[in-house]
């Protein structure tokens, strides 16, 4: 079955940084486009940031632009997101995510919790 | 990347039918087919419901059904369940080329 375990969140300072990790299993990982989602403690979800299969094309919120990075390695079936310059608002549940098709988002992680504070 | 507006709250009776709207813009419902919907119960990852505007994944009942009028989805469910109490997210493909969610909405089952 397909399955999506994140791992690499935890408590930084504003203006630090977190590298996300994604690993998949279940399915052909290079054949799908992943994303990042997250969603702020009580709060909706917030689209984040998107990978193609083959890494050629990536889109980011504008929230994130120029502060996160998404990349994956299809040879270790993971999906990673580079967090730079943190601030509190960034704090939130991270959801890996698989796209059927883009806004098709048939499988999701359990999430993985980022908290940002000093 | 304005989110897409849906009510806060909505409910209803088991047995009854209950609508749920998602209003964009024509940078987005309004010019994609691309418009899904998501169920949320409390703790829990978000579950597709509805996709490409009124199709179903399988195993989704078909008391779920979408559509679309101009700028805006709307998400139907009809005989209402008590496990049908959770949160519902529309979401659509933009002419950015992103993704832009809905506030949310939460439905209660009285």
């Known amino acids: 079955q397909v399955l999506l375990v994140e791992s690499g969140g935890g408590l930084v300072k504003p203006g630090g940084s977190l590298r996300l990790s994604c690993a998949a299993s279940?399915?052909?990982?290079?054949?799908?486009?992943m994303s990042w989602i997250r969603q702020a403690p009580g709060k909706g979800l917030e689209w984040v940031s998107y990978i193609s299969s083959t890494s050629s094309h990536t889109n980011y919120a504008d929230s994130v632009k120029g502060r996160f990075t998404i990349s994956r390695d299809n040879a270790k079936n993971s999906l990673y997101l580079q967090m730079n310059n943190l601030r509190a608002e960034d704090t939130a549940l991270y959801y890996c995510?698989?796209?059927?098709?883009?806004?098709?988002?048939?499988?999701w992680g359990q999430g993985i919790l980022v908290t940002v504070s000093s | 990347q304005s989110a897409l507006t849906q009510p806060p709250s909505v409910s209803g009776s088991p047995g009854q039918s209950v609508t749920i709207s998602c209003t964009g813009t024509?940078?987005?419902?309004?010019?994609?087919?691309?418009v899904s919907w998501y169920q949320q119960p409390p703790g829990t990852a978000p579950k597709l419901m509805i996709y490409e505007v009124n199709n179903r994944p399988s195993g989704v009942p078909d008391r779920f059904s979408g559509s679309k009028s101009g700028n805006t989805a709307s998400l139907t469910i009809s005989g209402l369940q008590t496990e049908d109490e959770a949160d519902y997210y529309c979401?659509?493909?933009?002419?950015?080329?992103?993704?832009?969610f809905g506030g949310g909405t939460k439905l209660t089952v009285l």
């Open positions: 995510a698989r796209e059927e098709v883009l806004v098709v988002t048939d499988y």
């Open positions: 279940g399915f052909t990982f290079s054949d799908y486009y």
């Open positions: 024509s940078s987005d419902i309004g010019n994609y087919n691309r």
């Open positions: 979401s659509s493909f933009t002419s950015s080329s992103t993704v832009v």
